[in-house]
């Protein structure tokens, strides 16, 4: 099974789990009339979107590269991953909003033991999903599992913001703290969609993914023939980068060896990376001044 396969796969698994904690939800809330649960519900039915954004992502990236796209069309998927980051920065709006209107107008909240329960046990799901979402996003080098991972992580924070707001009312604190929980919680949320914009926008506006020393003292250990390296620029995503450097070699080596050498060291850095790596070398000769010839 291929990449794109597989990370699918994951994101429809996490679909189901997701739509599974939000049924859960929906289902006491009704049954316990428990309005923190029940918006908490609509909450995790908003998640599957993300899962989502994800698939459709996955599937327009995987399209072979053609005439009007020859570099591919693989940065669809980090475009996924920057929607789930707004979709995340959507709930946070979402989250302020209400508390500031609880703080206006505050809500009983009503403690029971089986809202609680609920609550727990879709905790214990949401780990779960975060931790075999953001492992197998590492594992795949996928944007798209990497920024659902850490949206995942916020659902985690929100309940458990939920669970520790009924247990203060249920101790005799005031009302107010509902709205305070919220807002604390939303600092988390406010950072998780920093993360994820942050990484994505990387990609996207070409960000360098690998030191230039570190690809300079590397390809000048691999092979005697590479004298000097300059000008090195790395962009990319996390499974693929374009790497594009000057290498200073012997005036005399043919064409045929200086070629031979150019496929050498991509194999080598993509090795030595692990990661996908589309190597454009410019030749020079070791004689000339190099930075007359550029
Ligand atoms: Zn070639
Ligand atoms: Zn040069």
Same mark, same amino acid.
């Given at each position: 099974?291929?990449?794109?396969?597989?990370?699918?796969?994951?994101?429809?698994? %996490?679909?189901?789990?997701?739509?599974?904690?939000?049924?859960?939800?929906?289902?006491?809330?009704?049954?316990?009339?428990?309005?923190?649960?029940?918006?908490?519900?609509?909450?995790?039915?908003?998640?599957?979107?993300?899962?989502?954004?994800?698939?459709?992502?996955?599937?327009?990236?995987?399209k072979p590269a053609d005439k009007?796209?020859?570099?591919?069309?693989?940065?669809?998927?980090?475009?996924?991953?920057?929607?789930?980051?707004?979709?995340?920065?959507? *709930?946070?709006?979402?989250?302020?909003?209400?508390?500031?209107?609880?703080?206006?107008?505050?809500?009983?909240?009503?403690?029971?033991?089986?809202?609680?329960?609920?609550? =727990?046990?879709? *905790?214990?799901?949401? *780990?779960?999903?975060?931790?075999?979402?953001?492992?197998?996003?590492?594992?795949?080098?996928?944007?798209?599992?990497?920024?659902?991972?850490?949206?995942?992580?916020?659902?985690?924070?929100?309940? %458990?913001?939920?669970?520790?707001?009924?247990?203060?009312?249920?101790?005799? =604190?005031?009302?107010? *703290?509902?709205?305070?929980?919220?807002?604390?919680?939303?600092?988390?949320?406010?950072?998780?969609?920093?993360?994820?914009?942050?990484?994505?926008?990387?990609?996207?506006?070409?960000?360098?993914?690998?030191?230039?020393?570190?690809?300079?003292?590397?390809?000048?250990?691999?092979?005697?023939? =590479?004298?000097?390296?300059?000008?090195?620029?790395?962009?990319?995503?996390?499974?693929?980068?374009?790497?594009?450097?000057? %290498?200073?070699?012997?005036p005399e080596l043919s064409v045929?060896?200086?070629?031979?050498?150019?496929?050498?060291?991509?194999?080598?850095?993509?090795?030595?990376?692990?990661?996908?790596?589309?190597?454009?070398?410019?030749?020079?000769?070791?004689?000339?001044?190099?930075?007359?010839?550029?």
């Open positions: 099974m291929d990449r794109t396969n597989k990370i699918i796969n994951v994101l429809v698994i %996490i679909l189901v789990l997701n739509l599974l904690v939000a049924i859960t939800k929906l289902f006491f809330g009704q049954l316990l009339n428990s309005n923190s649960l029940t918006a908490d519900g609509f909450h995790s039915l908003t998640d599957t979107f993300s899962n989502i954004i994800g698939i459709i992502g996955m599937k327009l990236a995987r009007k796209h020859p570099y591919g069309y693989q940065k669809y998927e980090t475009l996924a991953g920057l929607t789930i980051g707004f979709l995340l920065f959507g *709930i946070l709006l979402q989250i302020i909003v209400s508390a500031i209107d609880r703080f206006i107008n505050p809500v009983e909240i009503e403690f029971s033991i089986p809202a609680i329960i609920a609550i =727990v046990l879709t *905790i214990f799901i949401n *780990i779960f999903v975060a931790v075999f979402e953001y492992r197998y996003g590492r594992k795949l080098q996928s944007e798209v599992l990497i920024s659902d991972s850490i949206h995942t992580k916020s659902d985690i924070f929100i309940s %458990i913001g939920v669970l520790i707001t009924i247990i203060l009312i249920k101790l005799n =604190v005031p009302v107010i *703290i509902d709205p305070i929980v919220s807002l604390i919680i939303a600092v988390f949320i406010f950072k998780s969609s920093v993360e994820i914009f942050k990484s994505n926008i990387g990609v996207l506006v070409d960000k360098k993914v690998v030191d230039e020393e570190i690809i300079k003292k590397f390809l000048m250990e691999a092979d005697e023939e =590479v004298l000097d390296v300059h000008r090195v620029r790395s962009r990319g995503k996390l499974d693929y980068i374009y790497i594009d450097l000057h %290498i200073i070699t012997r045929d060896k200086a070629h031979e050498l150019s496929h050498k060291l991509e194999k080598l850095l993509e090795d030595h990376l692990g990661r996908r790596v589309d190597l454009n070398c410019h030749i020079e000769p070791f004689e000339d001044p190099h930075i007359e010839l550029h």
